[in-house]
C-alpha cells in the first residue's frame, strides 16, 4: 500500500469516528466520498501492478470528486449566501467540458482538461469563502473552525494543483532520488489536503459534542 493511500485510508478512518452520525448531510456525505476514494486509488494501484490501463477509473472518480467537493462547498457557501446557483453554475462547466474531454479522446484517456478547470473552479470557491468570512463581523474562533480547516486544505491542493499542471512540461524533467519532482509535490499537497480535512472532521466533532453538552 502506498503512502498516499495510507494517509487516504487514515483520514476516511477520522471522517468515519468524527462525522458519521453528523446531522449535517454534506459533512457526513464525506465519509462515502473519502471510502470512494480510497477504494478507487486501490484499485487504480493494482490496474498499474497489472500492466492495465487505469485512466479510465480516475474519469469515473473525477465524477464523484466533483459532486462531493461540490456539495461541502455549497453547504459552507450556506452560511452567508444562497450558493446554490453558484454550485450548479460550476457544475454544469464540468460537465460541458467533461462531454468535450470524452468527445475529444475517449474515455479511456484522462480527462486533463476537466480536472484543470475543476481545479480552478474550486480555488475560485475557496477565495470566495474566505472573502466572505472576512467579511463576517461576528468572532470566529479560527483553530476550532471546521469550515475554515476544510476549505484551507481544499484550498491547497487544488491552488497547488494547478499551479504544477500549468507548468508540467518544464517539471516533468526534473528527478529526484529516481522520481519525478511532481510525485514530491503531489506528495506534499495530499499530505497538506487530508491533514486540514482531519483536523476539520475533529473541529466539526467538537461542535457537535458541544452543542449537545
Request: glycine share 6%; hydrophobic share 50%; proline share 0%.
Amino acid at each position: 500500500m502506498s503512502f498516499i493511500i495510507f494517509i487516504e485510508a487514515a483520514c476516511f478512518i477520522i471522517a468515519f469516528i468524527c462525522l458519521i452520525k453528523d446531522s449535517n448531510f454534506a459533512w457526513r456525505s464525506m465519509v462515502l466520498f473519502l471510502l470512494i476514494t480510497c477504494a478507487t486509488e486501490i484499485s487504480g494501484k493494482l490496474l498499474k501492478i497489472a500492466h492495465q490501463h487505469n485512466q479510465w477509473l480516475y474519469n469515473i472518480f473525477l465524477v464523484f470528486e466533483a459532486g462531493f467537493t461540490s456539495l461541502m462547498f455549497s453547504s459552507i457557501l450556506s452560511k452567508y449566501i444562497n450558493g446554490r446557483p453558484l454550485i450548479l453554475g460550476g457544475l454544469a462547466v464540468l460537465l460541458l467540458l467533461y462531454g468535450y474531454d470524452i468527445y475529444d479522446h475517449g474515455f479511456f484517456v484522462f480527462n486533463d482538461v476537466t480536472a484543470t478547470v475543476m481545479s480552478v473552479v474550486f480555488v475560485i470557491y475557496s477565495f470566495y469563502y474566505y472573502f466572505l468570512l472576512i467579511k463576517d463581523e461576528h468572532y470566529i474562533d479560527l483553530k476550532r473552525s471546521a469550515s475554515f480547516w476544510w476549505v484551507a486544505g481544499t484550498l491547497f491542493f487544488y491552488f497547488g494543483s494547478t499551479a504544477v499542471n500549468l507548468f508540467f512540461t518544464s517539471l516533468k524533467n526534473v528527478k529526484i532520488a529516481g522520481h519525478n519532482i511532481t510525485y514530491f509535490i503531489f506528495t506534499a499537497l495530499t499530505i497538506i489536503l487530508y491533514g486540514c480535512w482531519c483536523y476539520s472532521f475533529i473541529c466539526k466533532k467538537w461542535l457537535t459534542t458541544t452543542s449537545q453538552s
